[in-house]
């Protein structure tokens, strides 16, 4: 006679969605790569202009850089923090 | 002879001083045991790794020297901002896996991973030999920190009493690291990065202001440097891969890995790696003090006098001795930091490993604290009897070696593919390449050009000798794991490396 175990197909359950959530959080890590598309090909940034508060692209791009890689990385930590 | 500059100077350097040796009793714990001193007991929480890691990272070397560049060579002196902001992603991803594998197996050095990870002593011993001489020209650089501030106040000498302050600070450093271990650098990192943040911050607000603006500063700089103020296309490789290879080379410093096992949880690392990159804002201001000084009309064929000398133009003499008393305890917070870790080297992977393998903890301790003293005293040697090219060639050599310590460490983190031998075979590999172009180059910079055919490809030599690295890396493992030549004991398991502290 087959025995369902109600409590075994739940716990079961709960394996495979902690599975389902682990996948999903290793995404997010892919985000990470961002800053490095953004900054480590100068010649996407190696111009004069345009300005901004007196300082020529290639110097403002690259602070902002710093900025927008701090909130990517902050993002990724509390998209993948284990709960 | 700036009095002032002088007095102001020598009351913070008094007040750090007593900070060190007090927080001895700070987060109490037997500084007879290495994990004790050399570690800080692994109890720094976020805050305190924020200091302890940004006095670590942005040197008083730092300080001098990339404004230098600017000044010098235009453009690519602005490198040190790509290398920060890269450097946090890959911290966010790697650093996380070798706290935990570290804190399971109580590892203190990358070196403590090697022999756990792939049973082999001799690659412990390379990766813990290349942490020492990579560390020793950098802890040097700090004293040359110190030496350009003292310089600038005034305090020129010759011989031995031009040396004597340079000696006194550095035996106070010497005393309270002796002491307080880990715990000393911490607390005056706090002290030393809060004066540093009010230093940026006040001179970039006055100082363009002076000079009519950052607009105008960027002007005088273009007129000055017509042909370096812009990125040119034959530079960017070079650029890339400085930043690039700088950035992954910076974590295997002993001196960041320590930083970072001083933490107390994974989440104090991630954490970090968010809140860090403010320090990196603060490097692209501190970088532009090259261009302030050309638009303030400083003139020095010596550039390491650049900053030091926008300093006292600038700013009022009290201001400058506060700020140079910055800049010299942000050389000793490192210098310290750098001096503990390898001792912590050679103290686990040379002495325990190879002399005395039943070395008690107190005795560990002991041999530690002696270690970072003679190591101390041989960076103050350096300094002092020596050319400053020495130091300065040798820390650009010891930045290309520490890299290619990042496909045993590094990708020893996720996967033991590699064979033990394919990775030292590697290394050795990357460290002739490196050495050699370094050589080729007669010291004169970093960037290596490559000829491939009628191409020319000019890129961080470091880079270079890592792919070397690599290519002899994966084929050598390859021929061994066909020959299954044995691959050493693996200590550690796949959960390991996401063991996170207990939260209780």
């Known amino acids: ?83 | 002879m700036n009095w002032t500059a002088l007095i102001v100077f020598i009351v913070f350097f008094l007040l750090v001083t007593v900070l060190g040796f007090l927080s001895a009793r700070w987060r109490r714990g037997d500084l007879n045991h290495l994990n004790e001193w050399g570690l800080a007991g692994r109890k720094f929480g976020t805050v305190i790794t924020w200091f302890l890691l940004g006095g670590d990272l942005y040197t008083a070397y730092t300080f001098i020297a990339i404004p230098a560049l600017l000044y010098g060579s235009g453009a690519i002196g602005f490198f040190g901002v790509p290398y920060t902001i890269v450097i946090y992603p890959f911290v966010f991803l790697v650093m996380p896996r070798l706290w935990s594998v570290a804190k399971k197996h109580g590892y203190i050095t990358a070196s403590d991973f090697m022999k756990g990870r792939y049973g082999s002593s001799t690659l412990a011993l390379a990766v813990a030999l290349t942490g020492i001489i990579a560390t020793m020209p950098y802890i040097a650089l700090q004293l040359v920190g110190i030496q350009v501030v003292i310089q600038a106040m005034g305090l020129t000498g010759t011989g031995f009493m031009g040396d004597l302050p340079l000696i006194i600070a550095f035996a106070i450093l010497a005393a309270y690291t002796y002491t307080s271990g880990l715990r000393a650098p911490a607390s005056i990192a706090i002290v030393k990065d809060l004066m540093i943040y009010i230093t940026i911050i006040v001179m970039i607000i006055v100082v363009p202001a002076r000079l009519g603006g950052f607009g105008h500063i960027f002007a005088a700089a273009q007129t000055a440097l017509p042909n370096t103020f812009m990125l040119s296309p034959k530079a960017f490789s070079a650029y890339g891969t400085l930043a690039f290879g700088s950035a992954l080379a910076l974590f295997l410093y002993p001196h960041a890995i320590t930083g970072t096992l001083s933490a107390s949880s994974r989440g104090v690392i991630k954490r970090n790696a968010a809140l860090l990159p403010a320090y990196s804002l603060l490097l692209a201001f501190i970088t532009l003090l090259g261009y302030m000084a050309i638009s303030a009309g400083i003139h020095t064929k010596d550039t390491s006098a650049v900053v030091p000398l926008l300093i006292l133009k600038e700013l009022p003499s009290w201001f400058a001795g506060f700020a140079f008393a910055a800049i010299a305890i942000g050389a000793l917070v490192p210098a310290a930091i750098m001096s503990i870790a390898a001792a912590n080297l050679f103290t686990r992977n040379i002495y325990k490993e190879y002399f005395r393998p039943a070395a008690t903890p107190a005795e560990e301790s002991k041999v530690a604290k002696i270690v970072s003293l003679v190591v101390k005293l041989g960076a103050l040697f350096f300094i002092v009897v020596l050319p400053k090219s020495y130091a300065i060639n040798l820390q650009l050599l010891g930045g290309v070696w520490i890299l290619q310590t990042l496909p045993p460490v590094v990708i020893g983190l996720f996967t033991r593919w590699f064979h033990r031998y394919g990775l030292l075979l590697g290394w050795l590999a990357g460290m002739i390449t490196g050495t050699t172009m370094a050589v080729l180059n007669h010291f004169k910079g970093s960037v290596f050009a490559l000829h491939f055919g009628s191409t020319v490809v000019p890129a961080y030599a470091a880079v270079w000798a890592l792919i070397v690295n690599l290519v002899v890396a994966v084929i050598v493992t390859a021929v061994l794991r066909a020959a299954k030549v044995g691959a050493g004991e693996d200590k550690t398991v796949e959960a390991d490396y996401e063991v996170d502290a207990a939260t209780t």
């Open chain 1, 1 to 83: 006679m087959l025995h369902i175990d109600s409590t075994s197909v739940g716990k079961r359950g709960a394996i495979m969605e902690k599975a389902r959530r682990s996948r999903r959080s290793k995404l997010w890590y892919i985000l990470l790569i961002v800053p490095f598309i953004g900054t480590m090909f100068p010649s996407l940034y190696a111009s004069a202009t345009p300005t901004l508060w007196g300082f020529p692209y290639f110097y403002w791009y690259q602070m902002v850089w710093v900025l927008i890689s701090a909130i990517i990385t902050y993002v990724v930590y509390r998209a993948t923090k284990e709960a």
